[in-house]
């Protein structure tokens, strides 16, 4: 008898597609000369393009918030920063991408109204906040370019440990009860370890030590003080070099909440409570993923993802397949494992093992695919391959809208070939680098 082992999730016109189809997600159009050395109190002015990703949220044109794009039409912030969601104070937000300073009008500036907003529903205001998390979806799409990308989601067990460098940017007070400024800013902090994180907490608020579940926050900045987020930068994301590597930044916070501004927190407990700190408090984007994904995918379609896909090894296997159907007789995509190869097949070479990714689907008007992990760079040893196919009569057009290399001395395979049957045997085209 054989077996098969499947957990599945796979966008199906989903929304975070069309971030993906432009510029890619987390990689800024200008590098801030300051992001190596960030040692400035409080930070330093950024560089213009440093943080596409940034939004300003603007009450009838004073600045009060930040986001972070995630796709043309979704940008993520705190739940915090909606006191209200009528009808009334929504109508006079906006939502301005592109934005660096907040004088004149940037050159990809674009200002959009807000559409909806999605407040999780396990937040509560009072602290430790946890939740603070929301989605607005804007009222027409992002005109995504140079100075307007979005930023990454991270992986559910992204690995980036304490002491990362992260950054924040923002329009938010220079100090404590300062002034907010016009031109964006940026400030280095490092991830604090979640256990001293906890413990700091508890010296603000005694009920830290009861939370059930877990808190869903994490903090950043030093022990010392002299440099954190401040108001006017919640919402806005806290961004960490990815830990999966590829040269690209994700979203591992969203800044929610802080015990002053900058103050130092290394010994809270000897201090009256009025004169305690802490560290910079956000959400832990991590943990929330099934929310936004969940409100992400919301009229776009379904939500069905790959986890594993593994069939016990019968070399005279032809017949197990998965088929996502939209109606009868009307197959949105076709995973074969026999007349192909295997979704998530392995086989030995030598002591290497190649991996196949196959997917058949059918194309109607306009679709697009990624390799596994886009933007991120894909693994070692990964055979992609997919077989698309229209009607009898019809012509498929390829655009491609981003091919990258990992850069290797040794790299000698690594190819995109165009086949014009199944089997493989008519190549119609080949792009090396």
């Known amino acids: 008898m054989r077996t098969a082992l499947l957990s599945l999730w796979f966008w199906v016109n989903s929304g975070i597609d069309a971030a993906q189809t432009g510029p890619k997600c987390g990689v800024p159009h200008t590098w801030s000369p300051m992001v190596p050395s960030l040692r400035v109190v409080g930070g330093a002015e950024a560089s213009y393009g440093s943080h596409p990703w940034l939004v300003s949220l603007q009450n009838r044109g004073s600045h009060f918030c930040g986001g972070a794009i995630l796709t043309d039409r979704w940008i993520m912030t705190a739940a915090h920063c909606f006191a209200s969601l009528s009808k009334e104070f ?32 396990k937040y509560r205001h009072a602290l430790p906040m946890s939740y603070d ?37 923002g329009w938010g007070r220079l100090k404590e009860k300062g002034r907010l400024p016009a031109v964006l800013r940026e400030v280095q902090l490092d991830l604090v370890d979640p256990a001293k994180c906890k413990y700091v907490l508890q010296t603000i608020k005694s009920s830290f030590l009861n939370q059930r579940p877990a808190m869903t926050v994490l903090c950043a900045g030093p022990e010392r003080g002299g440099r954190d987020a401040c108001q006017g930068d919640s919402g806005g994301p806290l961004v960490c070099p990815s830990g999966s590597g590829g040269g690209h930044w994700v979203a591992l916070g969203v800044t929610s909440w802080g015990k002053g501004c900058g103050r130092s927190w290394g010994n809270n407990s000897s201090r009256p409570p009025s004169r305690r700190g802490s560290p910079g408090v956000f959400t832990d984007v991590r943990l929330l993923l099934p929310w936004i994904k969940r409100k992400l995918r919301d009229g776009y379609g379904v ?6 896909f593994h069939l016990e090894n019968d070399s005279h296997c032809r017949y197990d397949r998965l088929v ?24 030995k070479e030598g002591h290497k093992h190649t991996e196949y990714c196959t997917v058949r689907s059918p194309l109607e008007d306009q679709s697009a695919i990624h390799s596994p992990n886009y933007p991120q760079l894909y693994g070692e040893d990964c055979v992609l391959r997919w077989v698309v196919y229209a009607p009898r009569g019809h012509v ?23 086949l014009g049957d199944v089997e493989g045997t008519e190549e119609i085209g080949r792009l090396d680098e």
Do not use: W
Request: aromatic share 4%.
């Open 303 to 308: 939500l069905l993802e790959f986890d594993r």
């Open 396 to 418: 498929v057009k390829l655009d491609f809208a981003d091919f990258d290399l990992e850069e290797s001395d040794r790299c000698l395979y690594d190819s995109l070939t165009v």
């Open 324 to 347: 996502v159907s939209a109606g009868i007789r009307r197959p949105v995509g076709i995973v074969p494992s026999g007349d192909a190869p295997m979704l998530v097949g392995k086989r």
């Open 133 to 169: 998390i929301a989605l607005m979806e804007l009222n027409q799409p992002v005109r995504l370019g140079a100075r307007v990308r979005p930023i990454c989601l991270p992986l559910p067990d992204e690995n980036i440990p304490p002491e990362t460098s992260c950054i924040v940017g």
């Open 90 to 121: 929504l109508s006079g937000v906006r939502a301005v991408v592109g934005e660096f300073d907040q004088r004149v009008d940037d050159e990809e500036e674009q200002v959009f109204d807000i559409k909806s907003v999605s407040v999780h529903e």
